[in-house]
């Protein structure tokens, strides 16, 4: 995954780069430094050091393949811990989906509410309780204390 | 005298009741935020920095700046009560805190460690009282080259920091830098990576990374690590204990080692880079190495509690001084305040104090009545925080994701930022995971413009020439000291981590 993950931030440097010297020049016609300038040393930087890193981690994971040759499969715990780090993301990720939907009050009761029922499973009365207070409490600190407005429903449920 | 009229003035702006409201609603939070394992000072000021918007800028940056020295109060608790340091700033005080606790005398740690953050904090204001003017006084006369010099340093001396993984700090920090060039050129109009999209053409906004980077992807990480799956199991009931004050002679013998640790952690917190953890650290490494009996250090020594936790505060304020009069900041937190500055339309450096005197000295005088509501809370409010303790991750994570996405919806209310916010979130736990530095990133997003626009400058001013940069003395010497830190900031970290590796393996 590290590799994965240093490969995404290659690949977006060499993006970033690219743009910095195809669509933004170096200099201005007035001989200034143009809107390329920075880019282009900032792209060429991260290219550079991503690669040095990436090359740290092949010569990494291929001295951890030897040693796990050696020592045999590797955790089954870490799968579990991917999984609770990934449940999490994925409710995060549908409340930003629900929130244009429904609004901000009743997208926060619907995702705390299942958001609750996975994580703290077994504690229905408890996971309502705060399905419901918890957006209320919210509410009242955006849009009432603050007067910020909180996200408007695409389909509103409810009069405020 | 104009130092004490100038802080008269403060005082006078700080102490009323609003004001006085939201200090003592930001020394609160700030503390609730340091008791929270996982979440340190840089990710409650980027959670809460939306709700200060609409407020009126005076109030707005003492409560941020409470926020900011009350999480390093808050921190200790748990460090005390659990063994779990809240952040990475008060590890140093499980060292000798918990085997306090453990031995019946979790009370007077939990006073003493409130004692000795006040007067950490509060030699730290004194300091910043002192020196922030002569700061400012020297600073007038730097000109672009030696802001750019000068978020060099900032940069480099935090990357410095980052020890092993300093390659992964430098990628960190050069797409901090990437995506501060997002948006219109200002010298030329020409837009940069806007992709036709209105909503880029402004650049991308400092809050919703920030917030995704500290908030959401520390709270994935804490899903990662399993602490979701823990309970509040060992955590010490010191309401048991027949004594809860401290003695005398815990006052008497610790009085110096308070001094020593808040000075050291001063003079370690101006140096950008450095920050608490390594101020506390050295702290400890120093009272043991000056202790006529150091072999009590890591069982329950008093001075072992009130050292590391006199210079984290200490640090927390001296980390003030170059960004109210310079407008560095040297860590994430203080990166996190600058961008709430610059968020009210201010600008801290060197014309900073003296174009808002009332603003800057008003930060400042709240500074001491924060540290006295500081103690007062730290000691009366524990059961409160012994409650939030009990409260477990599997509640506190689903209540962060929606303060975080909230928090970043109303600052202009837009659905594009809160995505930003979810994607920098998912970046900052795999930044976390593999050993890359979110708060790099933070810092490059926050210098990044103002890096650029003065090299530009520069070089528009020299006609190319990089020269300029030996031409002015000022240049000259920010370039020594750069130099100097970046040969001390390494010994100082190994120090530190040597005393928390010893410890640990005694412990």
């Known amino acids: 995954m590290r590799i994965a993950f240093l490969l995404t931030v290659l690949g977006g440097a060499i993006f970033y780069t690219y743009i910095a010297f195809t ?93 609750l029922s996975i994580i703290n499973s077994g504690k229905h009365l408890l996971n309502v309780i705060l399905a419901i207070v918890i957006p209320a409490g919210v509410y009242l600190l955006f849009d009432r204390i603050l007067n910020a407005s909180m996200p408007p429903a695409m389909f509103d449920i409810i009069p405020f | 005298m104009d130092l004490f009229a100038n802080l008269l003035m403060g005082l ?30 840089s990710a409650g000021l980027a959670i809460l920095l939306p709700i200060t918007i609409g407020m009126d800028p005076v109030g707005a940056t003492m409560m941020l700046a409470a926020i900011y020295y009350g999480s390093m109060y808050g921190g200790t608790i748990t460090s005390i009560l659990l063994n779990t340091p809240g952040e990475s700033a008060t590890v140093a005080s499980t060292f000798d805190g918990y085997p306090m606790a453990k031995a019946g005398r979790a009370g007077p740690a939990l006073v003493m460690q409130a004692v000795a953050s006040f007067v950490g904090g509060t030699v730290g204001v004194i300091m910043i009282t002192l020196l922030a003017p002569a700061f400012a006084q020297v600073s007038r006369s730097f000109g672009p080259p030696e802001y750019f010099l000068l978020a060099a340093m900032g940069m480099l001396t935090l990357v410095v920091m980052i020890g092993n993984h300093w390659k992964l700090g430098v990628i960190s920090a050069l797409i901090g830098f990437a995506l501060g060039t997002v948006g219109v050129d200002l010298e030329t109009g020409q837009g940069r990576y806007t992709f036709g999209s209105p909503d880029l053409i402004g650049g991308i906004y400092f809050i919703p990374i920030a917030i995704g980077l500290f908030g959401l992807g520390e709270l994935f990480y804490a899903f990662y690590s399993g602490m979701h799956k823990s309970e509040s199991g060992g955590l010490i009931d010191y309401s048991k204990e027949k004594e809860f004050w401290p003695n005398r002679n815990d ?13 050291l952690g001063f003079v370690v917190g101006v140096m950008p880079g450095a920050g608490a953890t390594i101020a506390s650290l050295m702290a400890y490494s120093t009272e043991r190495s000056l202790s006529k009996t150091p072999e009590n250090f890591g069982k329950g020594e008093m001075a072992g509690l009130v050292a590391p936790e006199s210079a984290n505060n200490a640090a927390s304020s001296g980390a003030m001084i170059p ?16 961008a709430a500055f610059i968020m009210w339309g201010l ?21 001491y009545l924060g540290n006295v509501a500081l103690l007062a809370i730290s000691i009366f409010a524990i059961p409160l925080f012994v409650q939030i303790i009990k409260v477990p991750y599997r509640i506190l994570g689903p209540v962060i994701v929606v303060i975080c996405t909230l928090g970043t919806f109303v600052v202009h209310a837009s659905f594009v930022e809160v995505g930003l916010m979810f994607a920098a979130g998912i970046a900052g736990f795999f930044m976390r ?75």
Request: no cysteine.
């Open chain 1, 23 to 115: 669509d933004l020049g170096f200099m201005t016609r007035t001989g200034r430094l143009g809107p390329g300038f920075f880019p282009r040393v900032v792209g060429l930087g991260i290219v550079v050091f991503t690669l040095w890193a990436l090359f740290d981690a092949l010569r990494d994971a291929r001295l951890s393949a030897q040693g796990a040759a050696v020592t045999g499969p590797g955790d089954a715990h870490s799968t579990g811990r991917w999984r609770d780090a990934a449940t999490l993301m994925g409710l995060a990720v549908g409340y930003g989906i629900l929130l244009p939907i429904f609004g901000g009050f009743v997208a926060t009761v619907i995702y705390m509410l299942i958001a």
């Open chain 2, 12 to 41: 006078e702006l700080a102490i009323n009741p609003i004001n006085i409201a939201y200090l003592l609603v930001g020394s609160m939070v700030g503390m609730i935020v340091g008791v929270i394992p996982g979440f340190g000072p």
């Open chain 2, 251 to 263: 006052f008497l013998s610790t009085r110096w080692t308070m001094v020593r640790g808040s000075i």
């Open chain 2, 323 to 338: 960004l109210l009069t310079l407008g560095i900041p040297g860590s994430a937190s203080t990166a996190v305040l600058l």
């Open chain 2, 347 to 367: 600008r801290p450096g060197p014309l900073f104090m003296g174009q808002n005197p009332e603003l800057a000295w008003g930060l400042i005088a709240s500074m």
């Open chain 2, 433 to 507: 995971l593999y050993g890359f530095s979110p708060a790099a990133l933070v810092l490059a997003l926050v210098l990044g413009p103002l890096a650029e626009q003065a090299l530009r400058q520069t070089l528009t001013i020299s006609r190319g020439s990089f020269g300029i940069f030996l031409d002015r003395p000022a240049s000259v010497w920010i370039m020594v000291v750069t130099a100097a830190l970046l040969l001390i900031l390494p010994i100082m970290g190994k120090i530190g981590s040597r005393a928390g590796k010893a410890e640990r393996a005694g412990g």
